[in-house]
């Protein structure tokens, strides 16, 4: 059964910094593209940040703030926010996908950008 658990997730003030994490189970993670997406309320969700085993690939609005990086021996994908800002407030959602057949999501984790 394949798991994905999200952390790190909780209120910051703008121009904070905060780190999110997921860890991946039941799964042969490094076969994998990893991304984290994000949903505010009233808005369709988003795909922030993706990493692939070669490269990485941003949103042009958290490119430059947000780093995507993973450890495939841990099975983990990190997103780290910097900069953040009052519009980056949002579930974010660890995903896994292998072309169009395999695709599994965590249930998300809130970050909220207030002062």
């Known amino acids: 059964q394949v798991q994905l658990e999200e952390s790190g997730g909780g209120l910051v003030q703008p121009g904070g910094s905060l780190r999110v994490s997921c860890v991946a189970s039941?799964?042969?993670?490094?076969?994998?593209?990893a991304a984290w997406h994000r949903q505010a309320p009233g808005k369709r969700r988003e795909m922030v940040a993706l990493?692939?085993?070669?490269?990485?690939n941003y949103a042009e609005s958290v490119e430059g703030r947000f780093t995507i990086s993973r450890d495939n021996a841990k099975n983990t994908v990190d997103l780290q926010m910097n900069g953040l800002k009052p519009e980056d407030t949002a579930v974010y959602y660890c995903?896994?996908?292998?072309?169009?057949?395999?695709?599994?999501w965590g249930q998300g984790t809130q970050v909220t950008v207030s002062s």
């Open positions: 039941g799964i042969n993670f490094s076969r994998y593209i």
């Open positions: 990493v692939t085993n070669v490269g990485t």
């Open positions: 995903n896994l996908y292998f072309g169009r057949s395999e695709n599994y």
